[in-house]
């Protein structure tokens, strides 16, 4: 069907992605650069021009949390 197909071919561009991602490795990456991950998930779009860092900083308090087992 036309979904299996659209399907398929975005399987095999983030297959390619991934591939190309693990040759080069994630060395570009960090706060102010978004990984093949953010890209893909397309959380830029989400969080548009948002703070960053507050919200790296909210990330890891939820994490904390979790952590010690803390709801």
């Not at 659209?6 to 994630?26: N, W």
């Amino acid at each position: 069907s036309a979904m299996q197909r659209m399907i398929a071919k975005y399987v095999d561009t983030f297959r390619k992605d991934d591939a190309e991602r693990l040759r080069k490795g994630d060395i570009e990456e960090g706060l102010d650069r978004d990984s093949s991950w953010v890209k893909r998930l397309r959380w830029v779009q989400h969080f548009g021009s948002r703070n960053k860092l507050s919200i790296f900083k909210a990330a890891e308090w939820v994490k904390a949390k979790e952590a010690t087992g803390q709801q």
